[in-house]
Every structure is written in structure tokens, then in C-alpha cells.
């Protein structure tokens, strides 16, 4: 059974920082590429970064470069997201998705609520 379990959501305030975690299982991990999306209330679930889990190549939107890191733990089959300086508009459901062809699975997402 393939599962994405997201971890690590919270609330925090402003500038503060959170890691999420996402543990894969049910796939063969290191064929998938990994990515985070988020989704606001009444806004669009948009791509926030992706990884591949091959060669550790990343792409991050341009809302949070040089905020967010993502990595993979390939040995644990985990994909993280180191968030800091956050900051109000962050705060939405972040989901991970892995993609390969056409698969696609997804997690139930975590809330992250950043407070002015």
C-alpha cells in the first residue's frame, strides 16, 4: 500500500521556523520525485518545492527561496522541508505528492499556521 505521511505541522509566529517531514512507503522511492504543495483557504493548492529523489536536483517556488530547504533522506525513504522566517501568508495544508510518469500519490497534509 503506497502512503505519504506528512508530520511536523504547527503554529508559530512570525519568523519563526518549522521542519515537515514526509515518510513514503508502498513505492520505490528512489524513482519518484518528491514535492510540497500548499493550499490557503479559498486560494488554489500551488507547488511550493520538489526534489528528485535520484540525483537531488530541488526546484523551490519564488515565494520561498532562500526560506525553505528541501532534502531526502533516501535511506529512510523521508522527504523534509525546513521552513524558517516564516511568515503569515505561509500558512496553509502542505501536502507532499510523489510523481513519476503517470503516478501520482499524495499525503493527507499538515497545517502550518504562522501568526503575525
Known amino acids: 500500500e503506497v502512503q505519504l505521511v506528512e508530520s511536523g505541522g504547527g503554529l508559530v509566529q512570525a519568523g519563526g521556523s518549522l521542519r515537515l517531514s514526509c515518510a513514503a512507503s508502498g513505492f520505490t522511492f528512489d524513482d519518484y520525485a518528491i514535492a510540497w504543495f500548499r493550499q490557503a483557504p479559498g486560494k488554489e493548492r500551488e507547488g511550493v518545492s520538489c526534489?528528485?529523489?535520484?540525483?537531488?536536483?530541488?526546484n523551490y517556488a519564488d515565494s520561498v527561496k532562500g526560506r525553505f530547504t528541501i532534502s531526502s533522506d533516501n535511506a529512510k525513504n523521508t522527504v523534509y522541508l525546513q521552513m524558517v522566517n516564516l511568515k503569515p501568508d505561509d500558512t496553509a495544508v502542505y501536502y507532499c505528492a510523489a510523481h513519476r510518469g503517470p503516478n501520482n500519490y499524495w499525503g493527507q497534509g499538515t497545517q502550518v499556521t504562522v501568526s503575525s
Open positions: 526534489i528528485s529523489s535520484s540525483d537531488g536536483s530541488t
